[in-house]
T-cell receptor
Framework: NAGVTQTPKFQVLKTGQSMTLQCAQD?????MYWYRQDPGMGLRLIYY???????DKGEVPNGYNVSRLNKREFSLRLESAAPSQTSVYFC???????????FGQGTRLTVV | AQSVTQPDIHITVSEGASLELRCNYS??????LFWYVQSPGQGLQLLLK??????LVQGIKGFEAEFKRSQSSFNLRKPSVHWSDAAEYFC???????????FGTGTSLTVIP
């Protein structure tokens, strides 16, 4: 069972570069999420997609955009990377409200 | 606004000792509550969850948690800690607005022999 798959696992960007983090789930889940994890801050919600065709901002959306390409895939784009976006990014999915979230293995992004 | 507070940033316990990790939440209604564990360099794994019913819930790896509505708390416990329990633990709240999850800042657990 693949579950939630994130690519890439590691990435180094220069300030101002752009990139897209990919996330796919094979569990037929309705909702998908992007979080960033920073030391002492826990996981903070960047964007979420409650269902296919919808996306909404979370706690820290500035500097990011998302696309819910289809039910399986939810991508996160950094248009112009900044050092403050150095973090570990996690994608997650849930079947519906109240059910547990399944997480990918994370993407460690460094912006220099 | 919803929030989750884990007041202990770091806890150290001896192997075999009991453990309690604290979690308090702020939410207008009774939320869905979760505890996740994260080993170094890994994603998050669900330990247990509370939706309704019995306020004492059992999870994997010998963990349990108790929901106390009056205290807005959902503390995680384990009677006897093993060295393999060393990890970061996150409490989370599930809210029905857009199926969002809010996480606490985490508690790092060190287990000493």
């Amino acid at each position: 069972n693949a579950g939630v798959t994130q690519t890439p696992k590691f990435q180094v960007l220069k300030t101002g570069q752009s990139m897209t983090l990919q996330c796919a789930q094979d569990m037929n889940h309705n909702s998908m999420y992007w979080y960033r994890q920073d030391p002492g801050m826990g996981l903070r919600l960047i964007y979420y997609s409650a269902s296919e065709g919808t996306t909404d901002k979370g706690e820290v959306p500035n500097g990011y955009n998302v696309s819910r390409l289809n039910k399986r895939e939810f991508s996160l784009r950094l248009e112009s990377a900044a050092p403050s976006q150095t973090s570990v990014y996690f994608c997650a999915s849930t079947r519906e409200w109240g059910t547990e979230a399944f997480f990918g293995q994370g993407t460690r992004l460094t912006v220099v | 606004a919803q929030s989750v507070t884990q007041p202990d940033i770091h806890i150290t316990v001896s192997e075999g000792a009991s453990l309690e990790l604290r979690c308090n939440y702020s939410y207008g209604a009774t939320p869905y509550l979760f505890w996740y564990v994260q080993s170094p360099g890994q994603g998050l794994q669900l330990l247990l969850k509370y939706f309704s019913g019995d306020t004492l819930v059992q999870g994997i790896k010998g963990f349990e948690a108790e929901f106390k509505r009056s205290q807005s708390s959902f503390n995680l416990r384990k009677p006897s800690v093993h060295w393999s329990d060393a990890a970061e633990y996150f409490c989370a709240v599930g809210v029905n607005t857009g199926n969002q999850f809010y996480f606490g800042t985490g508690t790092s657990l060190t287990v000493i022999p």
